[in-house]
């Protein structure tokens, strides 16, 4: 049955290449690559001005899809315009944006201590001003001075090793050692501009030709799909099953490794989001083990996407990183190669913009360590400002400093509020007919499934539309809200989604969720069989 579902995905993402770009293709077809073809791409388009177009462009970024950006988004930017230079053309006056995590887009306040820091660190100039010590906390002060004496020239406009900086990196082990209860060494640590070039760094190492696989949840959040395809490499789908509250399940992970390996696709690594993105489970930490076992014996590189280890909402369930529960087990770096990812665009700190974030890379021989600092320093160095941020969300206040108390306050009460948020938005949605949604245990979204009538089916089969995406943009016209199709990151065949995000304040929840459910009820009765 899973395996069946899984061939049915394939052909599904595959045709929807030729029929339609809001399909997500987690499994494009291949494109030609001889130079014959090339060249008659090229010749074709002789009658061009441009020397470059779309026929004779890089296949693989054609290919590429990133629906969290995609069309819906493009049509709210639009809807948007619109609506400035036609302000009463529409049932509603602003666009709400619950297509992607950005936080402080929908008005969260960053973290006090943390922009103290970095405004210290970015005009160092002030830390030798008297008027400093009223306008800013005495640890921030503190911070900052040992921060800027780090950095190459006491410059935050400065490159820096392409690792990231060594002090920087110290106390990012620093608060790993402190968070696991095991040591991290520093030298394992590359800073990057937020986790996805991360991503794109290992997508690129393990990628070899289109023969060689990474075992992918579904639904998956679309980097990996996007990066995998502009690598080269064949996305190798496992099902997380929405029944039991999006759980993974060993059983599927044997089944898609056993059936990738019978079609000649060298499987490298298995991707696992916990928190999920966008499904939000917690997995438990005997679910873990699993599936660290899993890989130790199956040869895969364990790729932990951990970025919402902070956004834990069921009292019941707690974070626990990969890392951890591979040293728990005994299993050190001769045992597991294991990368884990981590943000400061995510948890309480929302800090999108700053584009900071880290790897953690352990298992790895010396000689592909080289290589992966190789293709780290081609990009010189990641942005000074998001590494002093990503020491700063691994190394926050503590107990007697002066901002500890005011630090833990906001903590607390933006991670209290989302958990609010979710709830408000779950119990809404599972209120309307043919909508079920799941608990959101973690992270930043809810993911429910819509049941919708064969009529709208079909209206969406006639605009050469995914169902879901035809609801979304429905949606989206009659009010304002932005929200992304499960198309985009792919579910069971015969199944629809849509991606919402918890992060519009807690004040404008009640208002949104009007606006949902009088243009569900509407939808439902336009459409119903």
């Not at 399909?23 to 073809?37: A, D, E, L, R």
């Amino acid at each position: 049955m899973r395996k069946s579902a899984a061939d049915r995905f394939r052909h599904l993402f595959n045709r929807s290449l030729l029929t339609s770009q809001h399909h997500h293709p987690i499994n494009p077809i291949p494109f030609p690559s001889s130079s014959s073809t090339a060249f008659s791409s090229m010749a074709s388009n002789s009658s061009s001005p441009f020397p470059v177009t779309a026929q004779n462009i890089n296949p693989q970024v054609l290919k590429c899809q990133y629906a969290v950006r995609g069309e819906i988004v493009t049509l709210a930017q639009n809807l948007q315009k619109d609506l400035l230079a036609n302000p009463d053309a529409h049932s509603f006056d602003e666009i709400i944006y619950c297509n992607i995590g950005n936080p402080q887009s929908l008005g969260q306040q960053p973290i006090t201590f943390f922009r103290e820091v970095l405004a210290l660190c970015d005009y160092p100039a002030l830390l030798d001003k008297s008027e400093t010590q009223g306008l800013f906390s005495a640890d921030s002060i503190e911070r900052a001075w040992q921060i800027v004496d780090q950095i190459p020239g006491r410059a935050t406009g400065a490159y820096s090793h392409s690792q990231g900086i060594q002090g920087l990196r110290d106390s990012i082990a620093a608060g790993i050692g402190e968070r696991d209860g095991f040591p991290a060494n520093a030298d394992d640590i590359f800073l990057t501009d937020g986790a996805s070039p991360a991503v794109h760094m290992m997508m690129q190492l393990l990628t070899r030709s289109e023969n060689d696989g990474i075992l992918c949840p579904i639904p998956q959040y679309p980097l990996y799909s996007a990066s995998i395809t502009l690598h080269g490499g064949h996305l190798v789908p496992y099902y997380l099953d929405e029944a039991t509250g999006w759980g993974l399940e060993i059983s599927e992970l044997k089944k898609q490794l056993e059936d990738a390996r019978s079609k000649g696709i060298s499987v490298r690594a298995l991707v696992v989001i916990n928190p999920g993105n966008p499904t939000g489970q917690v997995l438990a930490e005997e679910n873990q083990r699993a599936i660290v076992e899993f890989c130790k014996k199956e040869g895969l590189v364990l790729l932990a996407d951990e970025v919402y280890q902070e956004n834990i909402y069921a009292p019941e369930k707690k974070f626990h990183s990969f890392k951890k529960v591979s040293r728990s087990m005994g299993y050190g770096d001769d045992d597991i190669t294991l990368v884990s990812f981590q943000s400061v665009s995510k948890g309480y700190h929302g800090e999108c913009g700053k584009r900071g974030g880290y790897m953690e890379v352990t298992g790895f021989s010396p000689e592909v360590r080289e290589q992966v600092y190789k293709v780290a320093s081609v990009n010189l160095c990641a942005n000074i400002t998001g590494q002093i941020l990503a020491s700063l969300i691994m190394s926050p206040p503590k107990v007697g400093d002066e901002s500890y108390e005011s630090y833990m306050a906001e903590k607390g009460g933006i991670l209290s509020s989302l958990a609010s948020r979710a709830k408000a938005l779950e119990e809404a949605l599972n209120k309307l007919e043919g909508i079920t949604c799941n608990k959101a245990e973690g992270a930043m979204y809810l993911f429910p499934r819509i049941r919708l009538p064969e009529k709208a089916i079909k209206a969406a089969e006639a605009e050469k539309s995914a169902p879901d995406a035809f609801y979304c943009k429905r949606l989206l016209n009659a009010t304002g809200i932005v929200v992304v199709p499960g198309s985009g990151f792919g579910q069971v065949p015969g199944t629809w989604h849509f991606r919402c995000t918890i992060l519009p304040q807690e004040d404008r929840i009640p208002a949104i969720i009007t606006r949902l459910t009088e243009f569900h009820e509407k939808f439902m009765d336009e459409f119903r069989d």
